[in-house]
């Protein structure tokens, strides 16, 4: 029986080809929304999706669901929990589009300071304004503050650098790199920033993180680049700081933003002179698709010959491992399983396991991470089967 993917957003179709030259059963549904997915996943083996939302709905009513790949960086819209309590791997694609988001941002950032849509929309209307669109002050020189330093941060510092800005970053993780500067607390550095671009995952400690304090610290007229998440950003401190600061902003996502492909839009931002929004298009460059495509279908092809999960992101940091026992054994038959059998006596948990064979198939190593100690006795078991070759077992 040939394995079943659907691809629920737009896919490259020399891609989905790919797979089918593969000899998979391939589903190609680019306009399904959320609450589609609910029956079209029902009996596929692997789904594909983009910005379009797994909820829990959709995972528990699937059958044979194995694993759930987000085809761009992020995972924020799937149900990451339901997928733990079924056991479905979830993985993403990071790094493949760091480059066009990156490029928008920077875009973002002259179309901000020239006012270029302004300048389009007088001119459509049949408005000539020169005097007013010659005011820009020019970013050459002025201070960048980067909020999130991950793949998309740095190709956006690369770029800023080689514009003649003065760099200054702020990540979890300590900061390296040459032309950048390191920042640790925001209120000693957001008030000397000319520009900010935002680029951080939605989390639990990122949620609404841009408040009444952070647009406090910000100088008036500051220009405001959000490409990420927009969770980072509480909408109505937003829409307060544009209308007694002068923040200038540019947004590629924000609160409420329709989930089809087209249609209408409705929005406070829309009321606002100072905030240009473009459609979510951050990653929507040809490059960039088909750079994630590929890593899709690798994810997938090395899934479906190797078991391996690249970029697996709801596999366990921490287990409640406490010990590891260390088996080298002749590779034959019923070996592994009289040794879990001794450990199953013992009502021991084995939180993980690797066995990997040596060259010439004739012995392997087993690794068992356990929840508590084996017991001096059922070591003597498993050293005193014939087919293990030692034992080592050692507090972690």
Not at 185 to 213: C, M, N, R, V
Not at 241 to 260: S, T, Y
Request: glycine share 6%.
């Amino acid at each position: 029986m040939k394995m079943k993917i659907l691809i629920a957003d737009k896919f490259p179709e020399q891609y989905v080809q790919k797979l089918i030259d593969h000899d998979l059963e391939v589903i190609y549904q680019p306009k399904l929304g959320e609450n589609d997915l609910i029956e079209a996943a029902k009996e596929v083996d692997i789904l594909v999706v983009r910005s379009t939302k797994v909820n829990e709905a959709t995972i528990n009513n699937s059958k044979q669901l194995n694993l759930i790949i987000r085809a761009g960086a992020g995972v924020n819209n799937i149900n990451i929990a339901a997928a733990n309590r079924k056991g479905i791997y979830v993985s993403n694609c990071p790094g493949k589009n760091s480059i066009a988001v990156a490029e928008l941002a920077i875009g973002l950032m002259i179309a901000l300071d020239r006012r270029i849509p302004d300048n389009v929309i007088d001119f459509r209307n049949g408005v000539w304004n020169k005097a007013e669109y010659s005011k820009a002050e020019g970013l050459y020189g002025k201070t960048l503050a980067i909020v999130g330093y991950g793949n998309i941060g740095k190709e956006v510092a690369t770029r800023a650098l080689a514009l003649g800005l003065n760099v200054y970053v702020k990540d979890i993780s300590r900061i390296e790199g040459y032309g950048i500067k390191d920042f640790s607390e925001f209120d000693q550095t957001l008030p000397k920033a000319d520009i900010i671009s935002i680029h951080l995952p939605a989390t639990p400690e990122t949620k609404g993180l841009f408040d009444d304090k952070l647009f406090s610290y910000m100088k008036n007229g500051a220009l405001l680049i959000n490409t990420s998440r927009h969770e980072v950003i509480n909408e109505e401190s937003l829409i307060k700081a544009v209308k007694e600061k002068n923040i200038r902003v540019a947004l590629d996502v924000f609160k409420g933003e329709p989930e089809g492909k087209d249609g209408e839009v409705s929005s406070q931002l829309r009321e606002l002179k100072n905030v240009y929004v473009t459609h979510h298009i951050g990653a929507s460059t040809q490059q960039a698709q088909n750079a994630v495509a590929e890593e899709a279908i690798k994810i997938i092809l090395d899934f479906i010959h190797s078991g391996v999960i690249a970029h697996w992101v709801n596999r366990a940091k921490v287990t409640d491992s406490h010990f590891q026992l260390v088996v080298k054994h002749y590779d034959k038959p019923g070996v592994l399983a009289s040794i879990m059998d001794v450990l199953r006596q013992g009502d021991i948990n084995i939180e993980e396991v690797e066995n990997i064979i040596f060259d010439g198939g004739l012995a392997a190593t087993c690794t068992m991470k356990l929840k508590i100690a084996a017991t001096d006795e059922m070591l003597s078991a498993i050293k005193n089967n014939p087919n293990v070759l030692s034992v080592s077992h050692v507090a972690i």
